[in-house]
């Protein structure tokens, strides 16, 4: 294949809470964190010192507390997609289209490790 993958600093984490409004209290009032937008009832992200904090009730098989998602920022998201599945990493989601924001478009994939853990990869492309 040639693409020889790296990951680079943790630019995501997805906590999955009960209830988003509670949450946003405890992470924005409690811990400090600057909230960014909500895309949605359930759905909010902050700012951790240029991490982004995403914050959600349960999706598919998640549990509140027990499904904490890191997602790796990367360059070239389908081929480093590709790249790890060709290297033993089961393959969830390809890579598609998550987001559009003014600035750039959100690209997502995901990956599970050897326990089921989900990782996510993520790309910020410039819009066209």
């Not at 991490?51 to 890191?70: E, F, H, K, W, Y």
Request: charged share 15%.
């Amino acid at each position: 294949m040639g693409v020889n993958p790296t990951l680079s600093t943790i630019r995501q984490i997805a906590i999955t809470v009960s209830d988003v409004d509670a949450a946003l209290t405890f992470y924005c009032d409690v811990l400090g964190l600057t909230f960014l937008f909500s895309a949605g009832p359930n759905l909010a992200f902050l700012d951790a010192a240029g991490i982004r904090v995403m914050l959600s009730t349960p999706q598919g098989s998640g549990a509140v507390g027990q499904n904490s998602i890191l997602y790796f920022k990367v360059s070239d998201i389908v081929a480093v997609h590709a790249a790890l599945v060709e290297r033993g990493a089961k393959d969830e989601r390809a890579p598609q289209l998550a987001a559009k924001m003014p600035d750039h478009a959100l690209w997502t994939g995901f990956l599970r490790d050897p326990d089921g853990n989900l990782v996510g990869l993520m790309e910020e492309k410039p819009l066209l």
